[in-house]
């Protein structure tokens, strides 16, 4: 029975992934893949669809291949697509200006700076080293990485610059 429900959910709940995603990156999909089926429910809600393009001829490639055919987006790295749908995401694209770089910046950003152990650190090894409180953390992040002083990486990493 718990089976028969998850089918029926499938089309309602990748709906809802695609129309709370920037798009969707199809990677390998039969003619028949439910991955076609959110490509689609994407495109009707106005996401961008990717495709990554796999080895002619095999039954699990023939959907994605058929993606690019009609238009998809060629992609073949995940930074093709973070370029692609979030260009002011990558730091290294564009360097801060100088006067941007050289800002001295707030005392509370300074300390969340000194807090830096090791080139990568988690939000919360920063908030116990700085002694700050999280929000305050989290102001002083955003200071620092919108002068180009650290980047923030996925899963709430922290690099300095």
């Known amino acids: 029975m718990a089976r028969r429900r998850s089918r029926r959910t499938f089309p309602r709940r990748n709906r809802l992934v695609s129309g709370l995603s920037l798009g969707v990156v199809v990677v390998e999909a039969s003619e028949r893949s439910g991955s076609l089926i959110t490509a689609r429910l994407a495109l009707e809600q106005g996401r961008e669809v990717y495709a990554v393009p796999g080895e002619v001829g095999l039954e699990r490639t023939r959907g994605t291949h058929a993606l690019i055919r009609r238009g998809a987006r060629l992609v073949e790295s995940g930074a093709q697509v973070i370029e692609d749908a979030l260009p002011w995401r990558d730091a290294r694209s564009s360097p801060p200006a100088a006067s941007e770089a050289h800002a001295v910046p707030s005392s509370e950003a300074s300390r969340v700076l000194e807090a830096f152990e090791t ?31 650290v980047i923030q990486h996925p899963g709430k990493l922290f690099a300095r610059r």
């Open 119 to 149: 080139a990568v650190e988690h939000v919360d090894r920063l908030i116990e080293q700085s002694g700050l409180p999280a929000s305050r953390v989290l102001e002083a992040l955003l200071e620092l990485e919108l002068a180009g002083r």
